[in-house]
């Protein structure tokens, strides 16, 4: 029997939503191999900062919303209880430092209505920030109407909506499904069709400056590049196909554990080769990684593990790794005499080693 004729559709989605938190949290799925290259980028040490630490701004403005850090709790979860208290504290997080959030794929919640609080406490608990509808463009490939699109904004009153490539994802889960002919032009579709920013977003493999060219040609407005360096999925799907004992599967998440372009990479890459906003991610892990990616060219830059970690544990501990990015990054801000984010924007770096490679 296929492991997809098991459990009907919407208990599989729970299950993986469930799969989804606990695995990243029990086992080890970061990139093993693979880092973000953040690792090859300089800040030039200004020794003459003529900043006060405590005068430092960290505030910008991203598709008309104004952000009082350049940060984004990103799409992570929803489906299932364990995930709506998740959310209601990624969601408290995000109105208290007033930055922006994500949920993750809204599919269980169009499959069942009684699921649709999972992801609603977001907008309940953060009714002034950015916060961004999810859904996966294999979902869009099979078929996904413009009004259920339409109803998972609805359901958060969204700010913007993600669509989701994750090819590699599709290929190493046990009931995936890695069908992607089509989405093109039906992520042509939305962008035509909802009323709001469509941004595409990848979950840990990088966008190539091929693939946001192409994007830029029909409209989408920004790019959430979720480089290599971060969270695995490969590591998370080959653990669940272990679970269902499905051999190839397991032996695909092994190979191709470390798949993808690392972050500093890719967000170069679309930044010389598009004039869209870029939210860097992926491997995220410091105020400085923040600092790095904004002097690279990124406009905002997000977090998922380091997020699901801290809410799991509590609210405070989730506000208090919202509260450490902000302390990190205007540390570094007051290192390189940037008293704002535009002059940030202007410092100098040097690039070396591996990263400098990739553009030779
Ligand atoms: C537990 C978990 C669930 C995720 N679920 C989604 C999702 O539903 N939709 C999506 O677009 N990305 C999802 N992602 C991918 C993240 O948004 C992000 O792109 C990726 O994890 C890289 O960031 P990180 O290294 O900081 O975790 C998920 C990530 C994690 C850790």
Redesign the pocket.
Known sequence: MHYGEMMDDIEIIKQRKRD??N???SKE??HKESTTYLEYVTLIHNALPEVNLDEIDTSTTFLNHKFKSPIII?????GAEEAREINSRLAETAQEFGIGM????QRAGLLNKELEYTYSIAREKAPDIFLIA?I?AAQLAKGLSIDEIKRIIDMIKANAL?I?L?PLQELIQPEGEPSFKCVYDKIKEVVKSVNIPVIV????SGISREVAVKLEMINVKAI?I??A???S?AG?ERYRAENASIDYNTHLGDLFWDWGIPTAASLLEVKNSTKLPIIA?????SGLDIAKCIVLGADLT???????KAASESVESSKKLASLLIGELKSSMFLVGATNIASLRKVRYIIKGALAEWFR
């Not at 991610?281 to 892990?285: I, K, V």
């Not at 997000?302 to 699901?308: D, H, K, N, S, V």
């Open positions: 989804a938190i695995i990243p949290l799925v970061h990103d799409s992570m979860t929803g994500g949920v993750g794929s999810n996966g993600a989701h994750n977003k990848e979950v840990g959430n979720a480089g360096g971060g969270t999925w998370v991610s992926g491997g995220l892990r997000a977090f998922a593990y380091p997020f699901l």
